[in-house]
């Protein structure tokens, strides 16, 4: 019964390879977004999609590529991983502008 | 854009009341939003707030004034559950649809 899930919770990779990370909700939402929290703990917008079109897209390098193939998944693709790639990477879903729910994080290592 | 302050670090003896104060300087406000994160965990909601005044749910308080540009969490009763990460999170206008703004988040300690 998650509302929010993610795959994989971890990801171990080498510098230069290419990783995807899943997303899903089984809320009804209609918007799904890309946070990046980093060492920090500092919680960033990445990307963010409303009925499969892409509506936020902050300053993020165009080796992340975001894909909605429908409302309940969006998935994050990420070419050429960089060591300052390393980080927790968080789904969340809402129903428009309304509240945002979290899903469990993706914690990335890039070796 | 957004700034967006709250303190680092709060301690407490279990039992008490601890307020976390976040202030916000915004060229558009839509609303402000409070979550709970604890290690190794997702953001959880817990509040929100769009007009002035208090907004209560159980043992936490969420307080806004839009001409201050400030908002305060209280939380009565610690318990040691709650132990983790309370982030201030900003909701722009307009063309930003639903994107929120995070403050750096207040690690509060309960202690026994």
């Known amino acids: 019964d998650t509302a929010v899930s993610q795959t994989p919770k971890y990801l171990v990779t080498q510098m230069g390879n290419d990783k995807s990370i899943k997303c899903e909700q089984n809320?009804?939402?209609?918007?799904m977004y890309w946070y990046k929290q980093d060492s920090k703990k500092f919680l960033k917008i990445m990307f963010s999609y409303n009925n499969k079109e892409l509506i936020i897209n902050e300053t993020v390098p165009n080796r992340f590529s975001p894909k909605s193939p429908d409302k309940a998944h969006l998935n994050l693709h990420i070419n050429s991983l960089e060591l300052g790639d390393s980080a927790v990477y968080f789904c969340?879903?809402?129903?428009?502008?309304?509240?945002?729910?979290f899903g469990p994080g993706t914690r990335l290592t890039v070796l | 854009g957004q700034n967006i302050d709250q303190p680092t670090e709060m301690t407490a003896t279990e039992g008490a009341i601890v307020q976390i104060n976040c202030t916000y300087q915004?060229?558009?406000?839509?609303?402000l939003f409070w979550y709970q994160q604890h290690a190794g965990e997702a953001p959880t909601f817990l509040s929100y707030?769009?007009?002035?005044g208090l907004e209560e749910k159980g043992r936490f308080s969420s307080f806004l004034s839009r001409s201050k540009g400030y908002s305060y969490l209280l939380l009565k009763e610690l318990q040691m559950k709650d132990s983790a990460s309370y982030l201030c999170?900003?909701?722009?206008?307009?063309?930003?649809?639903?994107?929120?703004?995070f403050g750096a988040g207040t690690q509060v300690v309960v202690t026994p």
């Open positions: 809320l009804g939402h209609d918007t």
């Open positions: 999170a900003v909701r722009g206008l307009g063309g930003s649809w639903g994107k929120l703004q």
């Open positions: 969340a879903s809402s129903r428009g502008k309304d509240t945002q729910y």
């Open positions: 915004t060229s558009g406000f839509n609303g």
């Open positions: 707030n769009v007009l002035d």
